[in-house]
């Protein structure tokens, strides 16, 4: 029997090598690693003694740098597109190069100081809730 804690009960393991976020699910004959992604059912191994899966607090800062940033990059389209600036307007977090996401969280966007300004208050606000 599969038992699934409602979400305010879950506890939450980060695997150390990968980052993955996990939550513990009590499959009756053993314990899995069940991966924090949407639409997926993705189990993984869990063995509390290998030292893979690290717990992980998720109420003082529950996000990811890219995670917040991903945001903030939403925030610059849209911007973007207010000032019809075509393409930057148009493109989508998941269609970035690696680098050019890295950049982004790093540096923010270029181009007008609007975006500048708006992406430093946009970081300043959610950055309270990254690690």
């Known amino acids: 029997m599969v038992t699934e804690s409602t979400l305010e009960k ?15 699910v009590d499959m009756g004959d053993r314990i899995v690693a069940r991966l924090d992604r949407p639409d997926q059912q993705i189990d993984k191994p869990y063995s509390k003694d290998s030292g893979l899966w690290v717990p992980e607090d998720l109420t003082d800062r529950p996000f990811t740098k890219a995670q917040v940033s991903k945001v903030a990059f939403a925030l610059d389209v849209a911007m973007c597109e207010l000032l019809r600036m075509m393409p930057e307007g148009r493109r989508y977090w998941e269609g970035l190069k690696d680098s050019q996401r890295i950049e982004f969280i790093s540096d923010g966007p270029r181009g007008p100081e609007i975006r500048r300004e708006l992406w430093k208050a946009a970081m300043g606000v959610l950055n309270k809730l990254a690690k």
């Open 10 to 24: 879950r506890q939450y393991v980060r695997h150390k090598h990968t980052g993955d976020l996990a939550y513990l």
